[in-house]
């Protein structure tokens, strides 16, 4: 993009600014885009990660439910074989979901975590866009006063040609 623009800047030593407004205004855009799509998929993480607590909380309620009733079956000595291997495999159930129950406040945690980096991260963005947006803006003002000055330069060098002529 913008080749002459380009050329003419390394030319002029950096008289001509390298990139043009529009396109610096594009890049801190594009920046920002991209600041808030990370942000996104953090939100999105920490919702599916608040939805997999809320199905683990589920089914450890429902299997504390069921070991009570098992047990209720166990103390009244009427069970059978089958219902002693499901009871063992309840409790063990049981136990696991006990884990994961104690991994959940780990979990919320590290959701908060990633949701301040994220809210972070587009923030400073958000000013690297605003300060990109504020040069160009800057460079493009001084450039256009340099042009001033070169065209002003030129039309009272040809009114002084012109007068020399005539």
Avoid: F, N, W
């Avoid at 600014?17 to 801190?28: G, H, L």
């Avoid at 047990?71 to 136990?95: C, I, L, V, Y």
Wanted: aromatic share 0%.
């Amino acid at each position: 993009m913008g080749l002459i623009r380009k050329t003419c800047s390394i030319a002029t030593l950096g008289i001509v600014d390298y990139r043009s407004q529009k396109e610096q205004i594009r890049r801190a855009e594009k920046a920002q885009r991209k600041a808030e799509k990370q942000l996104a998929g953090v939100a999105a993480a920490r919702a599916a990660t608040d939805q997999r607590l809320a199905v683990a909380e589920d089914q450890a309620r429902q299997a504390q439910q069921a070991a009570a009733r098992k047990a209720e079956q166990a103390k009244s000595g009427k069970m059978t074989r089958r219902d002693r291997r499901r009871a063992r495999a309840a409790q063990a159930r049981e136990s696991i979901e006990g884990l994961v129950g104690s991994a959940g406040p780990a979990i919320e945690e590290r959701a908060k975590d990633l949701s301040r980096r994220a809210r972070k991260a587009a923030k400073k963005a958000q000013k690297q866009a605003d300060a990109a947006a504020k040069k160009a803006r800057k460079g493009v003002e001084k450039q256009g006063r340099r042009a001033k000055r070169k065209v002003e330069e030129v039309a009272r060098a040809a009114s002084d040609l012109v007068d020399e002529h005539t």
